[in-house]
């Protein structure tokens, strides 16, 4: 009978392979181990003790992530806050309320008017009996065959050989240092006309030319006109159609005669702000302000998810909360030193809106929507611009001081969000450590799992041949 020695048996004990091993976030490349000698299925065993080790770093990931989301919700929040502050502080700014002169023509298509402030306000009669135009003369142009060189009022103008009327035109026209402009006609004449409207007597337009690239036909020359024109009876004239010394602070612009039409009425109202302006700025306001309670509420009121760790993370903020009371009270606030019935937004029309004539409220002055009741608006800028002005200065003051000290840098929101940044950071430091303890720990209990299958497989291996040893004895 043959035999064989213990030590061949244990030179046959099998070894662990290697595959790739994955659990969950941590890293690959680990040992995989078969479980051929204990029958275990020992890569669940370690996945599944690895994920409890693993629990607390998904606790630590779900936090960084709670906060990361609330710095994004954070982050929009200041920003549209910084830009209502903006839009509340524009309320306040003096030249909204500059005033200006509203000046009206019964007939714009001959004369039209503007003014600035300070014009004589009042109803005027104008008349144009002659719109002022330029002097002009007219010359035959012939292309030269040499190059030529001409004089317009002193200033030399070179003409190459063979020069089209059409370049010739274009150089005139191009040449900052004359005083006319140049016009080819389809006869193949060239008028020139002076830059300038107006009178300028009978010595206009001197060209003088010895190569004979111009003709001047005498019979075409035309003296400049100065606009005629009288206001409420009194003669004038002017070498512009724009007539400035017609009505005091008001700019005329002449377009058309009245000879047969009749004057044209120019009134002029009293210097007053512009509604509209003052309008625009506060519908901006109220509208970025409606935005703004929207994202709130809607940050507020979103309730957290067991399954979405992002979800709901300011849910009952109460910092936001007192800001969006704080935003709702201040705009029934009155301003200091205002008069009963003139002292803050809802007295110039600026609420959430009335109740309809059953009693009934919107769903929009419910969420305390802002809108502006323009007629109220302006009833109370008419009657009382000051009043109104010192309303919108003061209120826009300490409202954007309110909103700013939860906005601006340094604020509030801003201080959140810079302590939320460093949590998450110090956080990823935290969960960055844990990681590499698991993976320590992972390829530690693959190596166990790896020597118990090893030692496993070595006593099998012994006892297979003490078998068969036993089974061969006589």
């Not at 609330?70 to 509340?88: E, G, R, V, W």
């Not at 389809?186 to 409207?197: D, K, L, Q």
């Amino acid at each position: 009978m043959s035999t064989t020695p213990l030590s061949s048996a244990t030179s046959t004990t099998p070894t662990s392979t290697t595959t790739g091993y994955m659990l969950g976030s941590l890293g690959s490349g680990s040992q995989q181990i078969t479980g051929l000698a204990s029958g275990l299925n020992t890569d669940q065993i370690i996945t599944e003790e690895m994920a409890i080790y693993q629990q607390p770093v998904t606790n630590l990931q779900n936090q960084q992530s709670g906060l990361t989301a609330t710095n994004k919700s954070l982050t929009s929040i200041q920003s549209a806050l910084q830009t209502l502050a903006a839009d509340a502080q524009a309320l306040g700014d003096p030249s909204l309320f500059k005033t200006t002169q509203g000046v009206t023509s019964s007939d714009s298509t001959r004369v039209s008017a503007t003014s600035s402030t300070g014009a004589g306000i009042g109803g005027y009669q104008v008349s144009v009996s002659a719109l002022a135009n330029s002097a002009q003369r007219t010359f035959s142009y012939a292309s030269p065959a040499t190059a030529d060189t001409i004089s317009i009022d002193g200033q030399s103008v070179s003409i190459p050989a063979g020069q089209s009327i059409s370049d010739f035109v274009n150089s005139i026209n191009s040449n900052s240092n004359l005083d006319v402009y140049a016009a080819a006609t389809n006869s193949g004449t060239v008028v020139m006309s002076n830059r300038a409207t107006g009178d300028t007597g009978t010595g206009f337009i001197q060209v003088q030319d010895t190569g004979g690239a111009l003709t001047e036909q005498t019979a075409l020359a035309k003296q400049g006109q100065n606009a005629a024109f009288s206001v409420d009876g009194v003669a004038g004239t002017s070498s512009s159609n724009t007539v400035t010394n017609g009505i005091a602070g008001v700019s005329l612009t002449l377009s058309g005669v009245t000879t047969t039409s009749g004057p044209v009425t120019i009134n002029v109202a009293a210097p007053t702000p512009s509604s509209a302006n003052i309008e625009t700025a506060v519908n901006a306001f109220t509208t970025q302000y409606n935005s703004v309670i929207s994202q709130i509420q809607t940050a507020v009121t979103t309730p957290p998810s067991s399954s979405d760790p992002t979800a709901g993370t300011l849910y009952g903020d109460p910092e936001l909360q007192d800001l969006l009371g704080s935003m709702r009270s201040a705009m029934a606030s009155s301003g200091s030193g205002l008069p009963t019935g003139m002292a803050n937004m809802i007295d110039i029309g600026v609420s959430t809106g009335a109740t309809t004539g059953s009693g009934a409220i919107s769903q929009s002055s419910l969420s305390g929507n802002l809108s502006l009741n323009t007629t109220t608006f302006e009833s109370q800028l008419q009657a009382n611009p000051t009043g109104t002005h010192n309303v919108l200065s003061k209120w826009a003051a300490s409202f954007s001081i309110m909103v700013n000290n939860a906005a601006d840098p340094g604020g509030t929101i801003d201080s959140r969000i810079q302590g939320d940044s460093a949590e998450v950071t110090q956080l990823g430091n935290q969960i960055s450590t844990m990681q590499s303890a698991l993976t320590d720990k992972q390829n530690s209990l693959v190596a166990e799992f790896a020597q118990l299958e090893a030692s496993l497989s070595s006593n099998q291996s012994t006892s297979a041949w003490l078998t068969s040893a036993i089974a061969s004895l006589p």
